[in-house]
């Protein structure tokens, strides 16, 4: 497999890490892009998974975001875990909506990382914003070269 470029290397880590994320695929979301520090990923709102006000459960909107931000992340190939997130839900997502969460990252110092993800509706209204703290495993690959 091709790892001679940093493009090369995320594009390697997305389907492994996609092939073996069950939660990930169980919600139907996809991996639009990848790019080293970067990821996009999108989900439809489906009928169940909207709470009690026939909204989306944030916790599923929560679930996008953090997915977005692991892809970016664990880009570089190097094992990387979440430390922590807080997220802020600004705007209500409906069924049959499309969102789509895209990760940025923002600070990568030694072993810990800081990532913005923001997620929007098909019509580019903002839902929800996310903040994630990473910390790398040191000596670990997501995919073996």
Partial sequence: MDMSTPQAVAERVRVAMYASDSATRMLGIEVEAISPGGATLSMTVRADMLNGHQTCHGGLISTLADSA???????????????????????????????????????????????????????????????????????KAVVSA
Avoid: M, W
């Fill in 69 to 139: 931000f692991a892809f970016a992340c664990n880009s570089y190939n190097e094992l990387t875990v979440a430390s922590g997130f807080s997220i802020d839900l600004v705007a209500p997502a409906r069924e049959g909506d499309r969102l789509t969460a895209t990760a940025v990252e923002i600070s990568k110092a030694g072993r810990t990382g800081v990532y913005d993800i923001d997620v929007r509706n098909q019509h580019g209204v903002r839902i929800a914003v996310f903040r994630g703290r990473s910390y790398t495993i040191k000596g």
